[in-house]
């Protein structure tokens, strides 16, 4: 399984656009790359997955590079309820297995 | 639509004595996991299932044990409780690569 860095924090101000990095520079090639939120005292809710290039989805987009070597999730205009931990996942789903392992996560703060 | 049902949603255990966590999903997803959650931590996985009656390791199996029956249950049973067992418990499903979805979480403390 591919591991992955991600910072620790980040704080953002409201209205703000907020950008994630993730680094897995031993992504496998059938690896797909999947970000989670997690509120406090809640399980982690998904929120986009990618293989290549751009996804977008209602609440974020995932850009991820040629070599995939890294993944940025970015939040756009965010808000207080967007403060939670976010978590990078990479992980082959074929095969018949499909195990996810978490990280520490990087705990997002919105400031007023 | 329920999702993943976890029950129940607090518990205290004293050392030694053994318990199950249930949890149940309705969306006949394949793929179901157990996964521990520490203060400050993120999420360890105990056991998984990739269909009924198939069950495997993940990182930190020992103490726990599992079984898939049913699409629909995976309980975990906890065996001979310990105070480093004091943890959030979460229960996970997923169809494929699409995403899993999570419980809402047990809490458990061991005294």
């Known amino acids: 399984l591919a591991k992955t860095t991600q910072p620790i924090s980040m704080d953002s101000y409201e209205g703000q656009e907020v950008n994630i990095t993730c680094s897995h520079n031993n992504i496998a090639t059938n690896d797909y790359i999947t970000w989670y939120q997690q509120f406090p005292s809640q399980g982690p809710r998904f929120i986009i997955q990618g293989y290549k290039t751009k996804v977008t989805n209602e609440v974020a987009s995932l850009f991820i590079p040629a070599d995939r070597k890294s993944s940025t999730l970015s939040l756009p205009r965010v808000s207080l309820s967007d403060t939670a931990v976010y978590y990078c996942?990479?992980?082959?789903?074929?095969?018949?297995?499909?195990?996810?392992?978490f990280g520490k996560g990087t705990k997002l703060s919105v400031i007023p | 639509n329920a999702g993943v049902t976890q029950t129940p949603k607090f518990q205290v255990l004293k050392t030694g004595q053994s318990m199950t966590l249930q949890c149940a999903q309705d969306?006949?997803?394949?793929?179901m996991s157990w996964y521990r959650q520490d203060p400050g931590m993120g999420l360890r996985l105990i056991h998984y299932?990739?269909?009924?009656?198939?069950?495997d390791q993940g990182e930190v199996p020992n103490g726990y044990n599992v079984s898939r029956s049913t699409t629909e249950d995976f309980p975990l049973r906890l065996l001979s409780a310990a105070p480093s067992q004091t943890s959030v418990y979460f229960c996970?499903?997923?169809?494929?690569?699409?995403?899993?979805?999570f419980g809402s979480g047990t809490r458990l403390t061991v005294v």
């Open positions: 969306m006949n997803h394949e793929y």
């Open positions: 996942l990479v992980g082959d789903t074929g095969a018949g297995s499909y195990q996810l392992t």
């Open positions: 299932s990739v269909g009924a009656g198939i069950t």
């Open positions: 996970a499903s997923s169809r494929g690569r699409h995403g899993y979805t």
